[in-house]
């Protein structure tokens, strides 16, 4: 599968070359952290992905999308399928998501990753508390749904969330596809979903 590192979108700079005879000595090398840096997580950072999370989620709604070892269950499964926003080597925002094989959700869908769907659900998008209210979240959904773009397998993305979240996944393209079937406890959800292959690359790809 493709990882995010090979996006275009998400390289590095390259760093330009002094013109030739105004090199100067090298001095002492100093390891610095990039400003910022886009990559798919990993096992290793559930426990953060998990603390930022909670704090989320807990104060307003009462619920986690995922516990942590269900983050860790999906960072091992299908990790190409996440987004983490580092400052720093610090990270700031995150999306994870597994794969499905039907275009709406059902129960099995919170926990189970289907390896050969063609719908990935996104399971949470979530941004340290120090950094809301500065457009991150917005960011990291439009690199995510472009990478989306560069995976051949995914025909579209879906998510559920409350009433109040649907203007925010709006703006990011996502329609809404109506009540979900899922619950928790009290909460009701709302299901939308994001075409992430249009009718025309269905036709092109199609032979017909």
């Given at each position: 599968m493709s990882t995010v590192s090979s996006l275009p979108f998400l390289k590095s700079s390259l760093l330009m070359r002094p013109p030739m005879g105004s090199i100067t000595p090298r001095r002492g090398r100093r390891h610095t952290l990039p400003a910022s840096e886009f990559r798919c997580l990993s096992p290793e950072d559930a426990i953060?992905?998990?603390e930022i999370e909670?704090?989320?989620?807990i104060s307003v709604s009462g619920e986690c999308p995922l516990h942590l070892d269900e983050v860790c269950?999906?960072?091992t499964l299908c990790p190409e399928l996440s987004?983490?926003?580092f400052e720093e080597g610090r990270l700031v925002a995150f999306i994870i998501g597994s794969l499905w094989d039907q275009e709406k959700l059902a129960m099995d869908a919170l926990t189970l990753h289907k390896p050969h769907g063609s719908t990935v659900h996104l399971h949470v998008l979530a941004v340290h508390?120090?950094?809301?209210q500065q457009g991150k979240g917005s960011i990291l959904m439009w690199r995510y749904l472009q990478y989306l773009r560069c995976l051949p397998y995914v025909r579209c993305a879906v998510l559920m969330c409350e009433d109040f979240l649907v203007?925010?996944?709006q703006k990011s393209g996502f329609k809404v596809q109506g009540p979900s079937d899922i619950t928790v406890g009290p909460l009701t959800f709302i299901e939308m979903m994001y075409p992430v292959?249009?009718?025309a690359y269905m036709r092109r790809n199609s032979g017909v």
């Amino acid at each position: 599968m493709s990882t995010v590192s090979s996006l275009p979108f998400l390289k590095s700079s390259l760093l330009m070359r002094p013109p030739m005879g105004s090199i100067t000595p090298r001095r002492g090398r100093r390891h610095t952290l990039p400003a910022s840096e886009f990559r798919c997580l990993s096992p290793e950072d559930a426990i953060s992905v998990f603390e930022i999370e909670r704090e989320a989620f807990i104060s307003v709604s009462g619920e986690c999308p995922l516990h942590l070892d269900e983050v860790c269950h999906f960072l091992t499964l299908c990790p190409e399928l996440s987004l983490g926003w580092f400052e720093e080597g610090r990270l700031v925002a995150f999306i994870i998501g597994s794969l499905w094989d039907q275009e709406k959700l059902a129960m099995d869908a919170l926990t189970l990753h289907k390896p050969h769907g063609s719908t990935v659900h996104l399971h949470v998008l979530a941004v340290h508390r120090t950094f809301r209210q500065q457009g991150k979240g917005s960011i990291l959904m439009w690199r995510y749904l472009q990478y989306l773009r560069c995976l051949p397998y995914v025909r579209c993305a879906v998510l559920m969330c409350e009433d109040f979240l649907v203007p925010f996944y709006q703006k990011s393209g996502f329609k809404v596809q109506g009540p979900s079937d899922i619950t928790v406890g009290p909460l009701t959800f709302i299901e939308m979903m994001y075409p992430v292959r249009g009718h025309a690359y269905m036709r092109r790809n199609s032979g017909v």
